[in-house]
């Protein structure tokens, strides 16, 4: 049966799809819309009709796509573990586990588009802001909540402990990506692992069970 | 006095100094021969005379510029100390706070050509794998050092600590780019000088004099 009504929203996910697997492979900088149009179903107008130009593409996927990326990996997955700290290595460790071994060259996609974008043009710089600091934000009320619920000591700064622990996650992924070796990923859990317990006041315990 | 002689080492070097200013500002995908020549005193001629394309000055300054930089600033300071430890720490706090205000939003340049390039030319991720390789090991060199004199405890894995301590250089620099605001380095800071603390066997002051 062909698709005979229009879909727009349909078609402008499709696109920031598309969109964010290119710039994901290519850069920002290194991707045109005709690259992106060619591999889509759309048309070049239709890509204007949605997106004026590329950058405006490029502010939606931060917006919509890495913000929910971000949400999705590392924050809403923390609810289900009655101590947060143990919910932040659990997840670390997953993620890294999970991590795909055709994207480890290509390293965190937030972190890239940051690393080649905040410089260059002060929306992105502005919009990837937004999102790593929410990262840092929902991480350090987790830790806060940790700190009430005596899981971790009393003398423990959360906003530098998150701000710590969200460089760390985004510096592993980066560092896999620049050795392209995964071996990094255990070694730099192993380190997280150690900072963790020394700020703990229970045993944290090495697994990924939920 | 006009310069009669073509002297060519000069000339190559002025090509790498403007197209590493360019790159870092503009990052590479986003800078054109033609940009660096209208920047340069040289013709474009002249250009491909020692570059036959823009990857080869981009890998003569990961090769050149980068690998001295990283020594320059990292690791040769690191002989004056005799507890490498104290060095470490002492560098870190020193290149945080001489690192210029320009530069903030422009990050670690060689975390930069990294990020937009391991995972588009494999040229560029394997010479950024042997800079990068060079900065852990030498560090790791001066942690073996540091176990030896009885400044770091028996137990410390120093291997898994050098990539631990560069990942979180690398990855401060990364995040005070992009929160575009310094005071994530003394936060940050903060947290590598309690991680060490606990590693050391002997306690480190919290000063930048050598």
């Given at each position: 049966?062909?698709?005979?009504?229009?879909d727009p929203e349909k078609?402008r996910t499709?696109?920031?799809?598309?969109?964010?697997?290119?710039?994901?492979?290519?850069?920002?900088?290194?991707?045109?819309?005709?690259?992106?149009?060619?591999?889509?179903?759309?048309?070049?107008?239709?890509?204007?009709?949605?997106?004026?130009?590329?950058?405006?593409?490029?502010?939606?996927?931060?917006?919509?796509?890495?913000?929910?990326?971000?949400?999705?990996?590392?924050?809403?997955?923390?609810?289900?573990?009655?101590?947060?700290?143990?919910?932040?290595?659990?997840?670390?460790?997953?993620?890294?586990?999970?991590?795909?071994?055709?994207?480890?060259?290509?390293?965190?996609?937030?972190?890239?588009?940051?690393?080649?974008?905040?410089?260059?043009?002060?929306?992105?710089?502005?919009?990837?802001?937004?999102?790593?600091?929410?990262?840092?934000?929902?991480?350090?009320?987790?830790?806060?909540?940790?700190?009430?619920?005596?899981?971790?000591?009393?003398?423990?700064?959360?906003?530098?402990?998150?701000?710590?622990?969200?460089?760390?996650?985004?510096?592993?992924?980066?560092?896999?990506?620049?050795?392209?070796?995964?071996?990094?990923?255990?070694?730099?859990?192993?380190?997280?692992?150690?900072?963790?317990?020394?700020?703990?006041?229970?045993?944290?315990?090495?697994?990924?069970?939920?």
């Amino acid at each position: 049966m062909a698709v005979r009504k229009r879909d727009p929203e349909k078609t402008r996910t499709h696109l920031l799809q598309v969109g964010f697997q290119e710039i994901y492979q290519n850069g920002f900088q290194g991707v045109s819309v005709d690259q992106i149009v060619g591999k889509s179903s759309v048309t070049k107008g239709a890509f204007f009709h949605y997106f004026p130009t590329k950058s405006d593409l490029g502010y939606a996927i931060v917006d919509e796509f890495l913000r929910e990326m971000i949400l999705e990996r590392w924050i809403r997955p923390l609810a289900a573990y009655p101590n947060p700290v143990q919910g932040i290595l659990n997840r670390f460790k997953k993620n890294i586990v999970a991590w795909p071994e055709e994207n480890l060259i290509r390293g965190c996609p937030l972190n890239n588009l940051s690393q080649e974008m905040s410089a260059v043009d002060p929306v992105f710089r502005e919009k990837l802001q937004v999102v790593m600091n929410l990262w840092i934000d929902e991480t350090e009320k987790y830790l806060k909540k940790a700190k009430t619920d005596g899981y971790l000591k009393k003398t423990v700064q959360t906003k530098q402990l998150a701000q710590f622990i969200v460089t760390l996650q985004e510096g592993t992924y980066a560092m896999a990506k620049t050795l392209g070796d995964r071996k990094v990923f255990d070694s730099l859990y192993g380190s997280l692992r150690a900072h963790l317990e020394i700020l703990s006041s229970s045993p944290t315990r090495d697994d990924v069970r939920e």
